[in-house]
């Protein structure tokens, strides 16, 4: 089959990096993923920092524990692959 042919099934979608919009696109393939596409998202970490909380965790409102992101339940609950390579890093 050649490139062109290719169906929708052999198609993949890759996030370098768990930034914040990344993050929303996980959440947002959660409700409706494509069908068949492969979601993977590659980061150096396992939790991404939710730099939204950080005004709140400096004034000591929150714990800084609130700002920790566990990836690996999110690209579960999306049905992506988490590839955490510390060597991957994204610049």
């Known amino acids: ?3 062109r042919q290719s169906s929708v099934r052999d198609r993949a979608v890759v996030l370098l990096g768990a930034g914040h919009t990344h993050l929303h696109v996980l959440q947002q393939w959660r409700a409706d993923a ?3 596409v492969r979601l993977t998202c590659v980061s150096d970490f396992e939790t991404a920092t939710y730099s ?3 005004p709140g965790v400096l004034a ?4 800084a524990s609130t700002m920790e992101i566990d990836l690996r339940p999110l690209c579960a609950a999306a049905g992506a692959t ?3 390579d510390p060597d991957a890093a994204v610049q």
């Open 1 to 3: 089959m050649s490139r």
């Open 34 to 36: 494509a069908t068949g």
């Open 52 to 54: 939204g909380m950080l």
């Open 60 to 63: 000591g409102d929150y714990p």
């Open 82 to 84: 988490l590839i955490v």
